[in-house]
């Protein structure tokens, strides 16, 4: 290599081939064949041939029938005795010959243009009051383009509940992506006839926030692997080590620990994803001028005992609005119930399970009325006229049931 080297040096210096000759102490030969090369010399093994030559032609014609034959069968069909590692080199070679090639295309994200969503569940428990713990969902956006992370936990995975997080999600995004990737979320729809379809209430969120969403096929985990490695990335990096007293507390440890993850340096795209988040959510379209209507909506006349029932749970009204049609309305934090525009009872979201919430306003104003009323008078007898009440043996004389029963 390095006479090869000097040789040329020395010939475009201007130095004769007898003079290099004599210099180098090398053959005339030696100086013409590095002079006429293009390349530096290498050493090069002569190919010798291998015993699995002699049984490819069998190969070739095993994997003309059947391409996806495997190595082992190959061995046997064509009795081969000897390592089967050196055979399996060889059918590695020569397969793509009669496999049509399978490329896989690269998903290329545009700006502001997707984000995936999924529910990740996290394996440990949470206090949720009333000495109930629970594993409550978390929904999990993750944009494309970027890789940024937003989540929250959720009382449940319930359409009412789920809209309100993704609300909540979008409003701290501050921008709306053109279109939410999901998979078959009951909550948010399922394919059914060879086509997806939404529930009515995702139908009518999206509708007003005018986006689109993208229903991901059945047993299509690779659709949406950019949110299913951030669920993965929350288990193995957030949790380790954490205890949390509530789902308030779990939000509040959650948003501080995403704040540094999306600083993180993601190989995908070789940057942080804060990096790419300007230009992210400049390709996004606005909010719209007009909030959706989210969350739990319902009216019902209220009853005597004056409760609701909302998700397993009740929560006082004020008694006074007895018999009158309220209307309750319920976000992820707070539960209202008005009458006609009015406050008729405003309680905090209970994340426990068949509990009753009770306002010690409405439990006073429900005594005092009770009070108040004192024991109802018997109703009156209609036009005066006495009813008879007739009593009950009559009618078992009258079926013969009046013989008694050992």
């Given at each position: 290599m390095e006479d090869w080297a000097e040789i040329r040096g020395l010939r475009r210096g201007g130095v004769a081939i007898k003079a290099i000759v004599r210099q180098l102490g090398v053959s005339r030969n030696a100086v013409r064949r590095a002079l006429a090369s293009v390349g530096p010399p290498a050493y090069r093994r002569p190919v010798r041939g291998s015993v699995v030559d002699g049984v490819e032609p069998l190969i070739r014609e095993l994997l003309q029938t059947t391409p996806s034959m495997p190595a082992t069968v190959?061995?046997?069909?064509?009795?081969w005795d000897r390592g089967i590692t050196i055979l399996r080199d060889r059918v590695r070679e020569l397969r793509p010959l009669f496999v049509p090639p399978d490329p896989a295309s690269r998903t290329m994200y545009v700006p502001g243009e997707r984000m995936r969503c999924d529910l990740w569940f996290p394996p440990v428990d949470v206090s949720v009051g009333f000495g109930q713990v629970a594993r409550p969902p978390v929904l999990v956006m993750a944009a494309g383009y970027s890789r940024m992370i937003f989540a929250v936990m959720l009382p449940s995975r319930k359409a009412p509940d789920l809209v309100a997080g993704h609300w909540l999600l979008l409003r701290r995004v501050g921008a709306l992506p053109r279109e939410l990737v999901w998979d078959n979320e009951s909550a948010v729809g399922s394919w059914r006839s060879g086509r997806p379809r939404l529930t009515d209430e995702f139908e009518a969120f999206r509708g007003v926030l005018g986006i689109g969403v993208h229903q991901c096929r059945p047993r299509d985990p690779e659709a949406k692997g950019i949110v299913e490695r951030a669920n993965g990335y929350l288990e193995t990096s957030f949790l380790p080590g954490r205890v949390f007293c509530s789902p308030a507390d779990?939000?509040?440890?959650?948003?501080q620990w995403l704040q540094l993850a999306n600083t993180r340096m993601v190989r995908r795209i070789g940057c942080a994803p804060v990096q790419r988040w300007a230009a992210d959510k400049a390709g996004m379209l606005s909010l719209p001028p007009v909030p959706p209507a989210i969350g739990w909506h319902c009216q019902l006349r209220l009853p005597r005992d004056h409760y609701?029932?909302?998700?397993?749970?009740?929560?006082?009204?004020?008694?006074?609005?007895?018999?009158?049609?309220?209307?309750?309305?319920?976000?992820?934090?707070?539960?209202?119930?008005?009458?006609?525009?009015?406050d008729a009872g405003t309680h905090q979201r209970c994340w426990a399970r068949q509990q009753t919430i009770t306002d010690p306003q409405h439990h006073r104003a429900a005594r005092e009325l009770a009070a108040r009323a004192g024991t109802p008078p018997t109703p009156p007898v209609p036009g005066g006229v006495l009813v008879e009440q007739r009593s009950l043996d009559a009618y078992?004389?009258?079926?013969g049931l009046t013989e008694d029963v050992a």
């Open positions: 190959i061995a046997e069909r064509i009795g779990f939000n509040a440890q959650l948003g609701v029932r909302l998700d397993s749970n009740d929560y006082s009204v004020d008694p006074v609005f007895v018999g009158r049609r309220v209307e309750v309305t319920a976000d992820l934090d707070t539960v209202r119930i008005t009458v006609d525009g009015r078992d004389k009258a079926f």
